[in-house]
């Protein structure tokens, strides 16, 4: 029996294990999902006769190594820093890997000795990282089989709540990793704009943002995201005048979240151990404010726009109430805060999220001036099966079974989903899920 090993039963874990388990009967696959919290690894595979549980944590070596060791195939759900302890092991046992998550340096470093060893580790084959690249692959092909120029490629994707369950002043609540969304940003941005390289620290990024209108939900804001010309020689782009990666959110989280940089609230650097701190000690502690006075007045002095939105909406989290901080040890700034994200932004039982991508292409052909835009807009169904966990997991899913039924051969090293045999069948099976893009073009 083949068996998959999947690290991680997560918030974006739901649709990539049910897929793999629907496929199991078929295909004769045992699905092992490990996790620190057996009973979320147990809630996963519910009673399926062919998944299979184990409580595991990654940094025990000998019980990591033997899993990797009983597996035909590993998937990586972790959070990023620990793909490494995972790939590396692979490399040893001779095990082919698949992650989500951003190509790191220490992952690239194994290229060499993956493809050596015969071996594929697929990275970046979720949402963004991974449908954005592979739907803009295919449009890049489709517009150079034209013979077409193109001068200028934004994309733009984010994980949002549906309208319908939007009730709060930030319009977010959390589908994903509540920590990579504290940390997003943190890298700055790298990225091209009309022929002029621009860099913004992660202290001006989420000031910096753009308005973009999206058919069906009108303005959302947009602000640039990690290293965009990193990927203009993947996609062929070298010469393109303007070249942008973007996260989406709505204006008034890149207005409140602005000021909590501002602020200095989501640094590591400073500590509290205070069993009796509450959120209003904290908050004139880490931002310095003057005893005595109104925490909102710290806010006035530091807010270049919409000041009594911003205020609003870091009262809306309790920042400034007297509430006792849960303090588990020793936290910095940034756990507290994200201690507070969890609980203020929390997805209920009944909610939707949405997922929004949007890839925008200016191209000339005998001197014809050409827009074209794609949309996808994909909404969850609750909690648990949400678009965030469809968008990231079926991807890989999807790829794991190419893999492993033979469609995807001779791709070895360490890669991501570029390429013509790869994207083509992903996306075609991604549609049949309700997971396509819709065109318009503007001439």
């Not at 939007?166 to 941005?189: C, E």
Request: hydrophobic share 40%; aromatic share 10%.
């Amino acid at each position: 029996m083949t068996n998959i090993l999947v690290f991680g039963a997560g918030k974006s874990s739901s649709y990539l294990i049910k897929y793999l388990l629907d496929c199991s009967l078929k295909q004769f696959w045992q699905v092992t999902v490990a996790d620190s919290n057996l009973n979320a690894a147990l809630a996963k595979i519910g009673d399926h006769s062919f998944g299979r549980a184990v409580q595991l944590d990654i940094h025990e070596d000998l019980l990591r190594k033997r899993q990797i060791g009983q597996a035909d195939l590993v998937i990586s759900l972790l959070p990023p820093s620990l793909h490494f302890i995972v790939a590396k092991d692979c490399i040893e046992l001779r095990k082919n890997l698949i992650t989500a998550s951003y190509l790191s340096e220490e992952i690239k470093s194994l290229h060499i000795d993956a493809r050596n060893a015969g071996l594929l580790f697929m990275n970046e084959i979720g949402l963004d990282p991974g449908i954005d690249h592979m739907s803009a692959m295919k449009i890049i092909d489709e517009i150079e089989r034209l013979g077409a120029d193109i001068s200028s490629f934004k994309s733009y994707c984010g994980g949002l709540v549906a309208p319908e369950s939007d009730n709060n002043p930030w319009h977010y609540k959390i589908s994903w990793n509540a920590r990579n969304i504290l940390n997003a940003g943190k890298s700055g941005a790298h990225f091209m704009d009309n022929g002029i390289e621009k860099k913004f620290d992660y202290s001006d990024l989420f000031n910096q943002y753009e308005l973009i209108k999206v058919p069906g939900l009108g303005n959302l804001a947009a602000y640039a995201n990690r290293d965009s010309l990193n990927y203009r020689n993947y996609y062929g782009l070298e010469q393109v005048k303007t070249m942008l990666r973007a996260t989406f959110r709505y204006e008034e989280f890149c207005l409140g979240w602005n000021t909590i940089i501002q602020l200095g609230l989501t640094t590591e650097d400073m500590k509290f151990t205070d069993a009796g701190l509450t959120y209003y000690d904290w908050f004139m502690y880490a931002t310095k404010a003057v005893e005595g006075n109104n925490p909102s007045d710290k806010i006035r002095n530091i807010t270049p726009k919409e000041k009594d939105l911003v205020i609003n909406l870091i009262d809306w989290l309790g920042l400034f109430n007297n509430d006792k901080i849960n303090l588990a040890g020793e936290m910095s700034s940034a756990d507290i805060l994200l201690q507070r994200m969890e609980e203020k932004w929390k997805i209920e039982d009944y909610d939707k999220d949405m997922v929004v991508m949007r890839h925008e292409f200016d191209y000339a052909r005998k001197n014809i001036e050409t827009r074209l835009s794609s949309t996808l807009i994909v909404k969850g169904e609750d909690k648990t099966y949400t678009a965030m966990a469809k968008t990231v997991g079926l991807p890989m899913a999807i790829f794991a079974k190419l893999l492993l039924t033979g469609k995807i051969k001779n791709l070895v090293g360490v890669q991501i989903p570029i390429m013509k045999e790869v994207y083509k069948p992903v996306l075609k099976e991604l549609a049949t899920f309700g997971i396509e893009f819709s065109e318009e073009y503007y001439a």
